[in-house]
C-alpha cells in the first residue's frame, strides 16, 4: 500500500536525544530515529504492522525506516520523522538564501515495503560519500 | 563485593540543551575517574554524563586516515596532518562550536581569521534566521528568571520543550512556582502552537494546530486583528477567525505573556520572516501588556558562539574571512549553502555532526574533501574523516563558559578527567594555531 | 561609447569577487593597468588577468561600455558601487552584480545568482533572465533598501525581492521593479516601491508593507489575510505618474503594520480607507 500527498516534518524527540548521546553509530540511535510516525487513521489506510519498514519519498530524496503510530496525533496528512541522518535524505537543502534549510514541511508519498532493510547511520553515510 | 570510593560533585551545570540547568548531582567512583550517577537531570543530559566514559564509541587517540582505514598515531602527527590539510586549502570551513566552552570558540575565531576560512557555527541551521530577524527589527528579550516570577501566559509557537528541553518547563515556564507565580502552573495559561498535537500541546490549556508552513499568515492576521481591522477572510492556516480574536483577547488580557518559539518557526519556509513577524507581534503587544520573547536554542552554548563570534568579528555566524577581514552573510556563507554549490575545499569540524545534521546533498560534497573531526566519539562525521582529533567532553572532563539561551553566562565544571590522550577543544584549537603559523612561516 | 571587453578565460573553481569590474575603476587605464587588479579567488589574490582576456581602452566614466564574455555564475560582484557607464554581461553572472550601484545601467544577458541590484541607489540593472532570491533588497540588518532606479527582469525573482525598498514622493525617489513572476514575500517591508508583476507572484506579497503599491498581472498564490479589498479598478496611477490600464482589484494593506482608519484627509477631513500601500491583482 502507499499514502501519497503527505507532508513531512522533522524534529527532536526525546528517545533521539537520548540515542544520540548514547553513540551516533549505535543500534539504539536506529530505533529512536529511523522511524516515521503516521496519524492513526493514515496507517490504518496503510494496512501493515506497526514496525514494518517504508519507504518515504520527497522531491530531494529517499529514504526507508520502521513506521509507527504518533503519540502526538490526531495530524491527519502529517508524517513525522526525528531529526538525524534518515530525515536529511529527504529534507529541502534549499535555504532561499537566508542559510538555514528547509528541514520541515515537504510534500512525500509513502510506500510499504514488502523487503528491504532499514540502513544504520554509517551505511547511509557511505552510500552518500559513494554517490 | 568490590567497595568503591565515590565522590559527588553538586552543581553541576549540564552541557546539553540551551536550558543549562546547573543543580546537577554526579557521583564519580575516583578510582575508575568514570560518572557512576547523575541526579536532577533529564534523560538526556544523563545519557550524555554516562557516555563521557570509556566504551565502544570513545576516541582515546588521535587518528588518521590511511588507505581507508583508521589509525591511531601520536598527537604531533595528527596535528600536523590537520595543519597540513588547513593550509593547503584555497577556502576552508571551519564549523561546529556549539557543543564546546567559550574559550575554544574563541581559539576557533583566531584560527580562522589566520587561514583566511569560513567560520560558522551551529546556528546556521536552527536559529540563524531568529538571529537574522533580530537583526531586522530588534527583539524584546528577557532573562528566563523573569519569565519564571512573572509571566501568566506563556505560547510556546513550533517549539516541543517536553522533548528538546525537558527541564525548561520545570524549571522556567510551566511547573514552576515564581515569586508572583505562586501556584506554579495553575498560576500559568499555556497556549502551544504547532502543526502536532505535541506532548507539551497535551499538557497546555489551548492548542491551536496550525497548518504546516503557514505560521506567517496565522501570525499576519493575529497582528491585524490586534489592531482592530475586520478581515475579509474565515479561516487563516487551518485556525477559524473567532478562535483567533479569543486568542488576542487572551494576549491582550494577561499580566505578562512571553513567547518560546523553536525550530517550528525557523526550519519552515519563510524561515526569519516567521520570527519577524513573532517580533513585531510582541512589540505591538506591548501597546496592551508587557509581552517577550526567546528563542528555545538548542545546543548549550550555541548561545555562546553567536556571542564569541560577535564581540570578536561583529557578526554571529556565517563569517567569510578570506578577504582578511570579517564579512557575514547567510545564504552566501553559510556552511550548506557553500557545500551545496560544492565552493569548500576542506573541512574543520568542531564538536559537532554535520553529517547527521545537514541535507544528504550537502553532507556528499562534505564527504569529497579533506576532513577534519574534533570529537570526543564516533559519529557519521568522525567515522569518514581524515584526521580525528580526540576531544574532552567540554563541562564534563574541563571547565569552560557557556551561555544559556538567555545570554546568562555560567560556568562549566569539571567533574572527572578525560580518558586516554583526550585533551580539551581549547587546547586542541592552541596546538593547531602553533602548526599552521609555523607552516605558514609566521 | 569606447568599449573594454573582458572574456572569462576558465570557469573559476571558487568564487572569484571581481568588484572591481566597474567603469569607474577600469576608466583612464592602460590594458597592462588594467590586468593587474586584484580580484579575490578563494583566500588568493589574483590579478584581472589571471581569469580574463582584455581589451580596449576608455577615459570617460560615462562613456565606457564594458562587455563581459563567459559563463559568470561563479563571478560575484561585478559593478559593484558603480556610478556611470554601461556594462554588459553575455553570459550567466554570480551574486551581487550591481549592488549598490548610483548610476549607469548593467544589462546581464543570462541568469543572475542571489543579490542583483541589491540596496540600489540609482542606475538601471537589466537582467534578460531569472534572477536569485532578493533582487534589490537591503543588505542583512539594513532598513532601507533599494531607494532609486529600476530594475527590470525578464524571468522569474526569488523571495523577498526588494526587502526594506525606501522610496519617498516628495524626494522625487520612485524605486521600481519589473518582472516577468516573482517568488514569496514581494516587497517585504516595502517603504514605497513600485512593483509590477508581468505574471504571477507566490505567498504574502507586500508583507509588512507600509507604502508602496504592487501590481501583479497574473495570480498570487496566497494573499495575506491583513490584505483588504476595496473594490476593483480599471486604471492604477503608480505614484511616480505612470499609468496601467485594465481591470485589477485593488487592496489596501498591510493591516497587520497599520489600523484600519489610520489617516484623516487634511484638505476634506475625511477619514481616508488607509494610509498604507496598495496591491492590485488581475481581475
Known sequence: MSLNNLILLTGRTINQGVALEGGKTTKENVRAAAICTFDKDDFKKLDCLV????????????????????????????????????????????????????????????????????????????????? | ????????????????????CDDLEVDIDIKEDSVIEVRNGCQIGTKKFFSSNPSGHRYLKPRIKTNGEHKEVSWDEAIDAAADILVKAKRPLLYGFSSTECEAQSKGVELAEILGAILDNTASVCHGPSLLAIQDVGAPLSTLGEYKNRADLVIFWGSNPVHAHPR??????????????????????IIVVDPRNTHTAQ????????????????????????RGVELDVKEVSGVSIEKIRELVDMLKLCNFGV???????????????????????????????????????????????????TWNTGYAYSIDFSRGYPRYNPGEFSSVDLLIKDEVDSSLIVASDPASNFPAAAVKNLFKHPLISIDPHETPTSAFADVVLPAAFAGIECEGTAYRMDSVPLRLRKVKNAPGECISDKEILEKLIIKVKEKLGE | MAEIKLKLKKKPELPLEADIIT????????????????????????????????????????????????????????????SGGEIVVNGNVGMHVGNQMNGGKITVNGNADDWAGAMLQGGELEINGDAGHYVGAAYRGFWQGMKNGTIKVKGKVGNETLAWVNGSKPGNRFPKLICGSA????????????????????????????????????????????????????EIELPNGEKITGKYIEYSGDHSVAKNHSKIDKKTGEISNSSNGRLYIAA
Open chain 1, 51 to 131: 514496525g514494518t519498514p517504508v519507504k518515504v519519498i520527497t522531491d530531494h530524496g529517499e529514504v526507508v525506516v520502521y513506521s509507527t503510530i504518533s503519540e502526538e496525533g490526531p495530524h491527519p496528512g502529517i508524517i513525522f520523522i526525528p531529526m538525524g541522518p534518515w530525515a536529511n535524505q529527504l529534507v529541502n537543502p534549499d535555504s532561499q538564501a537566508c542559510g538555514t534549510p528547509t528541514y520541515k514541511g515537504m510534500k512525500a508519498k509513502v510506500e510499504v515495503m514488502r523487503s528491504g532493510r532499514v540502513l544504520d547511520a554509517l551505511e547511509l553515510m557511505k552510500r552518500l560519500r559513494e554517490a
Open chain 2, 1 to 20: 563485593m568490590v567497595e568503591r570510593k565515590i565522590k559527588t560533585i553538586y552543581d553541576v551545570v549540564c552541557p546539553f540543551c540551551g536550558t543549562l
Open chain 2, 168 to 189: 525548561h518547563l520545570g524549571r522556567y515556564s510551566e511547573f514552576v512556582r515564581g515569586y508572583f507565580r505562586k501556584d506554579g502552573r495553575n498560576d500559568r495559561f
Open chain 2, 203 to 226: 499538557i497546555a490549556d489551548l492548542f491551536i494546530q496550525v497548518k504546516p508552513n503557514e505560521d506567517y499568515e496565522l501570525i499576519n492576521a493575529i497582528r491585524a486583528v490586534l
Open chain 2, 259 to 309: 513567547i518560546f518559539f523553536g525550530m517550528g518557526l525557523t526550519q519552515t519556509l519563510a524561515h526569519h520572516r516567521n520570527i519577524d513577524a513573532a517580533i513585531c507581534l510582541t512589540r505591538e503587544l506591548n501597546d496592551h501588556t508587557k509581552f517577550l520573547l526567546e528563542p528555545m536554542r538548542g545546543h548549550y552554548n550555541v548561545t555562546g558562539a553567536n556571542q564569541v563570534f
Open chain 3, 23 to 82: 567603469p569607474d575603476n577600469l576608466v583612464g587605464k592602460t590594458i597592462a593597468e588594467i590586468k593587474k587588479l586584484a580580484i579575490y579567488h578563494g583566500k588568493e589574490v589574483v590579478k584581472l588577468g589571471d581569469f580574463f582576456d582584455i581589451s580596449g581602452k576608455s577615459t570617460d566614466i560615462n562613456d565606457t561600455k564594458i562587455i563581459i564574455e563567459g559563463d559568470l555564475s561563479n563571478v560575484k560582484r561585478i559593478g559593484e558601487k558603480m
Open chain 3, 183 to 234: 517568488g514569496a514575500f514581494l516587497g517585504i517591508h516595502s517603504h514605497g516601491g513600485i512593483i509590477i508583476v508581468e505574471g504571477d507572484s507566490d505567498r504574502c506579497a507586500g508583507a509588512d508593507q507600509v507604502r508602496g503599491t504592487i501590481v501583479i498581472k497574473g495570480k498570487i498564490s496566497r494573499l495575506l489575510p491583513s490584505f483588504k479589498k476595496i473594490g476593483e479598478v480599471n
